[in-house]
């Protein structure tokens, strides 16, 4: 039988959540989480039982982040004056790390190292799974994901990012 929705939100959500700041930044990666949770909240009922939830959401939530950074890119840029600090939300969902330096050497990979990193380092999916998220085979997206662990650790400067990533 399958778990209640507010249990896999319960067990998934800061995994989630951390995906949704390695793929588009601390600033929207609440809305992409926001957005990924309604639209699984939707398809919850056709999930299979024996589906695994915590790649379906990632997936859903790589969409969701594709989503984002579209708009993103659409948006205005102000050029008389700079914008003020966003102002950081501690109330967001549980598991929100507060590292900005990991948070902004990670945004500085080449986009399939910081997807990678992001989809297996962070969520967890075999890279078989984050190989069909990214495109590519599955030995790709482990040297992406390898190379982006290699560069967070010059960038960063931190023995066993991966372990915290």
Not at 18 to 24: F, K, L, Q, S, T
Not at 96 to 103: E, I, K, Q, R, V
Not at 133 to 141: H, N, W
């Amino acid at each position: 039988m399958k778990q209640p929705f507010e249990q896999a939100v319960a067990d998934h959500g800061a995994v989630v959540l951390r995906v949704c700041r390695a793929v588009v930044g601390p600033d929207d990666a609440e809305d992409a989480w926001s957005e990924a949770f309604l639209s699984a909240l939707r398809a919850w009922p056709e999930l299979p039982d024996d589906a695994n939830v915590r790649a379906w959401l990632v997936t859903i939530a790589h969409r969701k982040a594709i989503d984002v950074r579209r708009a993103q890119a659409r948006r205005a840029i102000p050029v008389e004056a700079l914008p003020e600090q966003p102002t950081r939300h501690e109330d967001g969902p549980e598991g929100a790390l507060p590292d900005d330096a990991l948070w902004s050497a990670l945004a500085g990979l080449p986009d399939k190292q910081r997807l990678c990193v992001a989809y297996h380092h962070v969520a967890g999916l075999p890279h078989a799974d984050v190989a069909g998220l990214v495109g590519g085979t599955a030995a790709a997206a482990r040297r992406a994901a390898a190379d982006g662990i290699a560069a967070l650790r010059r960038t960063y400067l931190l023995d066993g990012v991966s372990s915290h990533v």
